[in-house]
């Protein structure tokens, strides 16, 4: 590739959900050879990135164990588009709040590389707002001061001007500041701030550790030790912080913490589902399609010959007509062959591929799959199952005790790692959510046991057996086998 090509974007992520990102932002980050990602962005949004882009994680935050030196992140910057990439830089936030993003972009102009900056919302103004605290109101403050709690080169790494902002009306926001949070007090009311002046220590966005205290000048420093907050948090100190204009429009699921097991494109479309009644995701066990050699070539299946191609996934439709396009067969002779599928998700996939569903239950299960088959499929046509190696045997034994079965496993699923993310949020997850039995088998080998504090949530029957087996608890089973009939099962238990 030509060098010549690579240029580099730094891009806010904003503070909170992966929606809160710019549209600019979003559409860089779906076009990207190369995303540089830091700490604090919702890792939902590194599920837009092209499949054929790479993604480094450079992280670098104070007093983190493996945070990254700002000299190698900016040295990864120059590399990547001197190899005539487009990089994408994703920075929680705003890159030119405390980001940093000043001096990685001069790092980049210095080296010749082409750069842009594509702002964020700062948490300095959304983590106040999220937790109902204006940064400026009418008759309470008409300015605000974003401030940082480490500065370098004084002596207690608060900035030596601080006596004059105490002096100031308006609203103070400190960014960093939590573990210097009674200096910081101490300093202003020192100042001549009164040790009445409201003031807020808050944790949101994507901290793994959410918190909101309130209280004074004078004890918020001992009601936030008591609250044990956690980093990262802003400090909100002025009149502003006793407003609590919290929104009376609050999501359902506001607060809820769900982790999602499965497949990519099905945790991705649980979180599109959960996301919006005010769930937080994550993913607590991610399974990778890894394909398996076939034993047949697939053109075998166009011969002219009626027979019935059954799909129990959409990913196994979709690696179906991969394989199919891979060895080039012209899809015009699948023209006798009829087309049955396990439920509503599975046939839309297949109506992607230019394929009407023949067949599909009125019961999106294995059981009624198979009874379906057995009532329409004459006996002298072929049936061919198309899925995963780990699917279930009874639709298999089901059908070949009277009818001519072959079982083809186009695919297996396999764990990916586990990140060290994943099991800090398990250890806070309301609910637990399952799409199928191997990935209870997977999720389960990874991490032991079933945390005590989450409630576990199964698509189906065959999913909620495979969990009891190995856990004493009672699982929520979705009404219907589908990311809507897991969703309402949530909501339904939660609100109730």
């Keep these: ?70 000299e190698d992140i900016c040295a990864k910057l120059v590399q990547c588009a001197q190899e005539g ?47 109902g605290i204006p940064a400026t109101h009418r008759g309470l403050s008409r300015s605000v001061h974003i401030v940082t709690a480490h500065t370098a080169d004084t002596g207690d790494g608060l900035p030596e001007y601080l006596d004059d902002l105490a002096r100031l009306p308006g609203t103070l926001v400190f960014l960093m500041g939590l ?53 990262p948090a802003v400090i909100v100190v002025g ?47 991610q399974s990778v399609i890894q394909e ?46 009829r087309f049955a599928v396990i439920g509503a998700a599975t046939g839309k996939a297949l109506s992607a591929q230019g394929f009407r569903a023949d067949l599909c239950p009125e019961t999106y299960t294995t059981a009624a799959l198979a009874q379906a088959l057995l009532d329409t499929v004459p006996p002298q046509e072929d049936i061919v199952l198309l899925r995963s190696r780990l699917g279930s045997d009874e639709l298999f034994q089901t059908l070949s005790a009277s009818r001519t079965v072959r079982d083809i496993h186009l695919y297996d699923a396999v764990p990916a790692p586990l990140t060290e993310e ?30 005590p504090q989450a409630q576990c949530v199964c698509i189906g029957e065959v999913t909620a057996a495979a969990l009891t087996r190995n856990w004493d608890g009672t699982p929520i089973l979705a009404q219907s086998t589908s990311v809507e009939g897991i969703a309402a099962a949530i909501l339904s238990h939660h609100t109730a």
């Design 1 to 70: 590739m030509d060098h010549m090509g690579g240029k580099v974007y730094l891009v806010g992520a904003g503070c909170g959900t992966a929606d809160l990102i710019t549209l600019r932002g979003l559409r860089l980050l779906q076009n990207c050879d190369v995303v540089i990602y830091d700490d604090l962005i919702d890792k939902a949004l590194l599920r837009e990135v092209p499949d054929h882009a790479q993604v480094i994680y450079m992280g670098k935050r104070q007093g983190v164990k493996h945070s990254a030196r700002q």
């Design 85 to 131: 990439k487009m990089v994408v830089r994703l920075k929680g936030g705003d890159p030119f709040v405390f980001g940093r993003g000043g001096e990685e972009l001069m790092a980049l102009e210095a080296a010749g590389v082409p750069c842009q900056v594509v702002p964020g919302i700062t948490s300095a103004l959304a983590i106040p707002a999220m937790a």
């Design 179 to 231: 573990s210097r949070l009674e200096q910081i007090a101490q300093r202003l009311m020192a100042a001549g701030k009164p040790g009445n002046t409201p003031a807020a220590v808050l944790s949101g966005g994507n901290s793994p550790h959410p918190a909101a205290v309130r209280g004074t000048l004078a004890d918020i420093g001992e009601k936030t030790r008591a609250a044990n907050v956690q980093p």
């Design 239 to 285: 009149e502003v912080a006793g407003l609590d204009l919290s929104s009376p429009m609050a999501a359902p699921l506001e607060g809820v913490t769900v982790g999602l097991s499965g497949s990519e494109p099905m945790t991705k479309k649980l979180s599109a589902a959960l996301e919006p009644l005010g769930a937080r995701t994550f993913i607590a066990q």
């Design 292 to 337: 398996l050699p076939l034993p047949i070539k697939l053109d075998s299946l166009c011969d002219g010959n009626p027979r019935w191609l059954v799909f129990t996934s959409a990913n196994g439709v979709k690696e179906f007509f991969r394989r199919l396009k891979s060895e080039r067969v012209d899809l015009r002779r699948l023209w006798p062959c």
């Design 422 to 451: 994943a099991g800090e949020w398990l250890e806070r997850a309301d609910y637990l959510v399952f799409t199928s039995a191997g990935g209870v088998k997977m999720f389960l080998e990874q991490q032991g046991c079933v945390p």
